[in-house]
């Protein structure tokens, strides 16, 4: 079975604000062994494939208030060093121009990113901003899905206000082709919100990264029912075992084929993959 992680972080050390990297280097060993002044695509193949992950998304983000800069154009030519293995997603800034939409348009059609991510309660707004609207009607044409983070962070800087994933509730409802990912499924005081945003509205999913994977049956108690809509992310490097959150999945009441869609071909699907 195929494995698609699709929430991974990299970036040079410098992009990222210094706690950032003091909170890893704490967190996760093999963190200092990849991410350096110069950070290389190879050396996070090596680890994915000593992981035992095919793919993983790896994200941009603009969030200079919190966690840090890592620049669309920078993530676009990290993954082009790996194509196979590593899909760029960008991120829109809203601090500087050009307009949200412009910034979707140039990412996808020049750079190649192929989702994007945005970080609200890191970033410091409310997703169904309405300067963002561009940016989702960009996105739903050219196809992309955009990630949102919901739910707790223990970041310096972030602001769980703008965290709430029913405030995709709008979004959702006003671009009905826009492909959303719930990040962190709301965690954890939205849980139920979230799965319900799954039941609400057919365009979104649920990326279970940065959820304790024992806690996945409880959180999610229809998991099986929807599982259609759920994709399988680590948030790496907040984790330090890809392949031990994978292994932990696999010990769980859940159906070969709910394991083969969470896995592998919900995140295709939304990515336009083969298997």
Not at 78 to 91: M, N
Not at 182 to 201: N, V
Not at 217 to 245: N, Y
Request: proline content about 9%; charged content about 20%.
């Amino acid at each position: 079975m195929p494995i698609l992680d699709m929430h991974v972080h990299a970036g040079d050390k410098a992009q990222w604000t210094p706690w950032v990297g003091e909170f890893f280097d704490k967190l996760n060993p093999a963190y200092a062994e990849i991410i350096s002044d110069a950070t290389q695509a190879a050396d996070l193949v090596r680890f994915l494939d000593q992981e035992g992950v095919d793919k993983a998304v790896i994200l941009s983000e603009y969030t200079p208030l919190s966690t840090g800069v890592v620049p669309n154009e920078w993530t676009a030519a990290f993954c082009a060093e790996a194509p196979d293995r590593l899909i760029p997603f960008g991120s829109i800034c809203l601090y500087e121009s050009p307009p949200p939409g412009e910034q979707v348009e140039y990412g996808v059609r020049t750079l190649g990113i192929r989702g994007l991510k945005l970080a609200p309660p890191y970033g410091h707004f409310y997703p169904n901003d309405p300067r963002l609207g561009p940016a989702y009607e960009a996105a739903q044409g050219l196809d992309v899905p955009v990630m949102f983070h919901t739910g707790t962070s223990l970041f310096k800087g972030s602001r769980i206000k703008y965290a709430n994933p029913l405030l995709l509730d709008e979004v959702a409802e006003d671009f009905p082709k826009l492909k959303i990912i719930i990040s962190h499924g709301g965690r954890p005081f939205w849980y139920k919100e979230a799965e319900w945003l799954l039941r609400r509205h057919k365009n979104t999913s649920i990326d279970i990264s940065g959820i304790p994977p024992l806690h996945l049956p409880t959180a999610f108690p229809h998991f099986e029912r929807l599982q259609d809509r759920f994709v399988f992310g680590t948030d790496w490097p907040g984790v330090a075992s890809p392949a031990r959150q994978v292994e932990t999945i696999r010990s769980l009441p859940l159906s070969s084929q709910a394991l083969d869609k969470l896995f592998w071909d919900n995140a295709a699907a939304l990515l336009g993959l083969d298997r």
